[in-house]
């Protein structure tokens, strides 16, 4: 990066977007030897926001646990190695320094979905109880560029008690069609029936990340619970839930995490808020010492892991144990780093040799409001990501004019980044893409 600099700053510019710069950057990275571990199917895999891929750790833990199952059968419960009747609370105490948060306020189980039906459904139910917050006020702030299924589940909570989702879902409106204004959130919270904010760590289209402190702040000053949904920035992104108050939160463990398809998710709920009732109770949030008394009275547990509800599924939260482990291992904070200098880099590229071909970012430029991805636009985004993968680099679409591409930094690095620019500028440059069909016209 400390190239001389030439009179009017072209070298180092050039230095950068220089093939030779890629490899010297991949050479001297020192999460380089993580790709290793891991199974990449295709050349350029940069969609592990979407779905990781798998690794040799989260491989052992799964074995594992089907070793465990193989050997152990019904005592796997109690004599597995952790016990699987205690296996959501130990992966929990595994998450805890991932997202900030003390062991016993985090805890897997469920998926993201119904994590938040559980938690919005709560917090509804302890507002109108007076329980928590400083009013019964109970619409739910959200924004229009949202990923669907969490309106889908808040929309449904609202539903089932009795209150009229248009009228108690509020939206904070995206000016550009990207990003969401911080400020835009807090004044929409002046609005006097708001009883939470639940807004995303990152968006999932644009790639933005939010001001989860300034807005966890901002609605504690009036009063209202702040709520996160970090599907797109745990393993990515290092949190602070705790310090910085965030009442509860939710993700999704086969994005950057790399658990696998479908694998189990996570919850933290704030220790302030322990006691209060799970609105989806089951057994398996039951207060763990008297769970198996299989009294007919409801106890939950005093911790995050009263909102697990049935029985945890073993294999899909077995590969998440190794998956954390690598990410440990990496170090969150190293993970950033490369994340941020990869998708800089990204970006840097995209200016410099996609922008006259007709590709902009839509991505925030400055470091500290971005997330692990790049959103590169263009009128032809699906057709050209369709070209990208038949090339073997692995992208995602996202409607209307968004290629997403995740350099994600345990097994990406700079020349996958520099693979992904040079290769649009082809498909574009010789019209390739046109060879595709529309979306929507054939089968997608
Ligand atoms: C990926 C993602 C989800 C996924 O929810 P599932 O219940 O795992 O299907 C939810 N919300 C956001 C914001 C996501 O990015």
């Not at 291992?329 to 941020?340: D, F, N, V, Y």
Request: glycine content about 10%; aromatic content about 8%; overall charge negative.
């Amino acid at each position: 990066m400390d190239s001389s600099t030439g009179e009017d700053g072209a070298t180092e510019r050039d230095h950068r977007t220089g093939a030779d710069y890629a490899r010297e950057r991949d050479e001297a990275d020192p999460l380089a030897a993580f790709r290793g571990r891991f199974d990449v199917p295709d050349a350029h895999y940069m969609d592990g926001n979407s779905l990781g891929p798998v690794s040799d750790a989260a491989v052992a833990s799964l074995e594992r646990a089907v070793e465990e199952w193989r050997e152990l059968a019904i005592r796997g419960w109690t004599d597995a190695e952790p016990p699987w009747f205690y296996y959501g609370e130990r992966l929990g105490d595994e998450l805890a320094p991932l997202v900030g948060a003390r062991e016993d306020e985090v805890v897997v189980g469920n998926s993201t979905t119904v994590n938040i039906h559980t938690l919005i459904g709560t917090f509804l139910d302890a507002l109108e109880r007076g329980e928590v917050g400083e009013t019964d006020a109970r619409a739910v702030l959200v924004n229009d560029l949202d990923f669907p299924t969490d309106h889908y589940a808040i929309r449904a909570q609202l539903r089932q008690r009795g209150l009229d989702p248009d009228e108690h879902c509020h939206l904070v409106e995206s000016r550009d069609g990207r990003t969401i204004e911080t400020d835009d959130i807090v004044a929409a919270m002046d609005e006097e029936d708001v009883g939470i904010v639940f807004m995303p760590s990152v968006l999932y289209r644009s790639g933005q990340l939010l001001d989860v402190e300034r807005i966890t702040e901002a609605a504690h000053e009036r009063g209202i619970l702040a709520g996160f949904d970090l599907a797109h920035s745990i393993g990515a992104v290092p949190h602070e839930l705790s310090a910085v108050g965030v009442d509860f939160a939710v993700w999704c463990s086969y994005k950057y995490m790399n658990a696998g398809p479908g694998a189990i998710a996570g919850l933290y709920v704030n220790e302030d808020h322990f006691g209060l009732t799970p609105a989806l109770a089951g057994w398996w949030g039951h207060h763990k010492e008297t769970q198996f008394e299989l009294n007919l009275e409801y106890t939950p547990a005093e911790t995050a892991g009263a909102w697990q509800i049935g029985t945890i599924p073993v294999l899909s939260a077995a590969p998440l144990e190794g998956a954390i482990e690598i990410t440990r291992e990496a170090g969150i904070e190293a993970i950033r780093e490369k994340s941020l200098e990869l998708t800089s880099y990204l970006i840097s590229l995209t200016d410099e040799h996609l922008a006259d071909r007709g590709v902009s970012v839509g991505t925030p430029r400055e470091p500290e409001r971005r997330g692990g991805h790049v959103a590169l636009e263009h009128a032809d985004a699906y057709r050209i990501s369709q070209a990208l993968r038949d090339r073997g680099i692995v992208v995602d679409f996202r409607p209307p004019n968004v290629i997403r591409v995740c350099p994600a930094p345990l097994y990406t690095g700079y020349r996958d980044v520099r693979e992904v620019v040079d290769a649009v500028a082809e498909i574009v440059d010789e019209a390739e893409y046109e060879e595709y069909e529309r979306q929507g016209d054939g089968v997608t």
